[in-house]
């Protein structure tokens, strides 16, 4: 064993998902090698011990690192604690406690609201049952986890002779993968006493006034919009202009993260690094995330150049249950340098700016962004339409809006649209 010091290290919600179903015996204590079903992600951990913390900075477990392919690393746990976070923790049973409180009843998994046939149908069992909740986060259509739980409550009220648990599930990335490792968790909670639900049908009243609440339509939830191309492809006027036409419209609040503005506020201090980029986007994201948590709509206009990061944010955002929604302006780097008025390119192709995006630093395209819109020869208002266009057709904007909110404004993607300045480098 290593007598090296470990580092501290804090994972996704999903590893803390998956050290407490090691603490309740659910999993072995164990991360997997890449392919397994319990695996840390931990980029750039160099590393031989790594102490697993909360968000809170609460060591929870040590990792013997055994393997690491550079984006995951893997090895025998230690557990030091069981992590305590996050609301309805007090519906927290582990298998055993669930046996031993609960011993003979039929165990009902719950992954969506209960109907009127599902009731019915636990009914005719004329037991006591246990709805177990399985506490998967990230999608957006099926509403929060709180929410699933506060409708199962009401389903337990209408029942009369039912309780309620919870079990940590997070998503494994892949809907088969997903699918055996519920499997997996079930059989720990409920071996060979399953009663399952089919799901369909009506909901009752009671459960359908919980369900309303958590689940606003889709023009109501809270949104990310994220801009994504080169340095003076027009994003941040882009953005600048949507900004303007939502907060025109007063129905939601409405957050502008423009690259210059992070620069100077939420990012001052860091450098034009690839690692201090990344920490940028991460950082705006994580804003916007938390914005879309809480309904508001969250618009960001970095380059972000790098799709492993706008997958991240695309995470963050979803975990929090907002809409995330990508837009690349897809404006030629010709055209970029074209509108240089600060001879930013110029002075990169020069060797002068080092790592600039597009001549000495890769841009990855997106491969499906929700809209791609180059602004190449159009006026503001012409992109502003197909960005509206295209959130409306999404769901994001309710009908009608870019009829009603387009005016003339009288500005062009131009060179004289607005300087560009080396802080708009993500």
Request: net charge positive; aromatic share 6%.
């Given at each position: 064993m290593s007598h090296d010091l470990p580092v501290q290290y804090c994972p996704a919600e999903r590893v803390l998902a998956d050290l407490a179903l090691m603490a309740d015996g659910v999993v072995a204590p164990v991360f997997e090698p890449p392919g397994g079903q319990v695996v840390l992600d931990a980029a750039e951990i160099t590393a031989t011990q790594l102490e697993l913390v909360d968000p809170e900075g609460v060591p929870l477990a040590t990792v013997e690192v055994e393997g690491n392919d550079g984006a995951?690393?893997?090895?025998?746990?230690?557990?030091?604690?069981?992590?305590?976070?996050?609301?309805?923790?007090?519906?927290?049973?582990?298998?055993?406690?669930?046996?031993?409180?609960?011993?003979?009843?039929?165990?009902?998994?719950?992954?969506?609201?209960?109907?009127?046939?599902?009731?019915?149908?636990?009914?005719?069992?004329?037991?006591?049952?246990?709805?177990?909740?399985?506490?998967?986060?990230?999608?957006?259509?099926?509403?929060?986890?709180?929410?699933?739980?506060r409708a199962t409550l009401a389903a337990a009220e209408l029942l009369?002779?039912?309780?309620?648990?919870?079990?940590?599930?997070?998503?494994?990335?892949?809907?088969?993968?997903?699918?055996?490792?519920?499997?997996?968790?079930?059989?720990?909670?409920?071996?060979?006493?399953?009663?399952?639900?089919a799901g369909e049908g009506e909901l009752p009243v009671e459960i359908a006034d919980v369900i309303d609440v958590d689940r606003p339509p889709t023009h109501q939830r809270g949104l990310v919009v994220f801009f994504t191309g080169l340095s003076g492809s027009g994003k941040s006027t882009l953005?600048?202009?949507?900004?303007?036409?939502?907060?025109?419209?007063?129905?939601?609040?409405?957050?502008?993260?423009?690259?210059?503005?992070?620069?100077?506020?939420?990012?001052?201090?860091?450098?034009?690094?690839?690692?201090?980029?990344?920490?940028?986007?991460?950082?705006?994201?994580?804003?916007a995330a938390e914005i879309s948590r809480h309904g508001g709509v969250a618009i960001c206009?970095?380059?972000?150049?790098?799709?492993?990061?706008?997958?991240?944010?695309?995470?963050?955002?979803?975990?929090?249950?907002?809409?995330?929604?990508?837009?690349?302006?897809?404006?030629?780097l010709e055209e970029c340098e074209h509108r240089d008025r600060k001879g930013l390119y110029a002075k990169a192709r020069r060797g002068e700016i080092p790592d600039f995006t597009g001549i000495s630093s890769p841009y990855e395209e997106p491969d499906d962004p929700d809209v791609r819109v180059d602004t190449a020869g159009r006026t503001i208002d012409e992109a502003l339409a197909t960005v509206l266009a295209a959130l409306e057709t999404a769901g994001h904007l309710e009908q009608g809006t870019p009829g009603r909110a387009l005016r003339d404004r009288g500005r062009r993607c131009s060179p004289g649209t607005r300087s560009h300045s080396a802080a708009q480098r993500p």
């Open positions: 995951h690393v893997w090895g025998p746990v230690t557990l030091l604690t069981r992590p305590e976070h996050g609301a309805f923790r007090q519906l927290h049973l582990s298998p055993a406690q669930l046996a031993e409180q609960y011993h003979g009843w039929p165990t009902i998994p719950v992954s969506g609201p209960l109907t009127h046939t599902d009731l019915e149908d636990i009914r005719a069992l004329r037991r006591s049952v246990v709805l177990l909740v399985l506490c998967e986060s990230g999608d957006v259509a099926a509403g929060s986890v709180a929410g699933l739980i009369g002779d039912a309780v309620v648990g919870t079990a940590p599930l997070a998503s494994r990335g892949d809907r088969e993968a997903d699918r055996l490792f519920r499997e997996r968790v079930v059989a720990a909670y409920a071996p060979g006493r399953v009663h399952r639900v953005a600048r202009a949507l900004h303007d036409v939502l907060l025109e419209q007063g129905h939601r609040t409405v957050t502008s993260l423009d690259g210059d503005i992070v620069r100077r506020t939420l990012s001052a201090g860091l450098t034009f690094s690839r690692r201090d980029r990344e920490a940028n986007i991460y950082r705006i994201g994580w804003v206009s970095p380059i972000a150049p790098f799709e492993q990061t706008r997958q991240q944010v695309r995470r963050m955002v979803a975990d929090a249950g907002g809409s995330f929604f990508l837009i690349h302006v897809a404006t030629s």
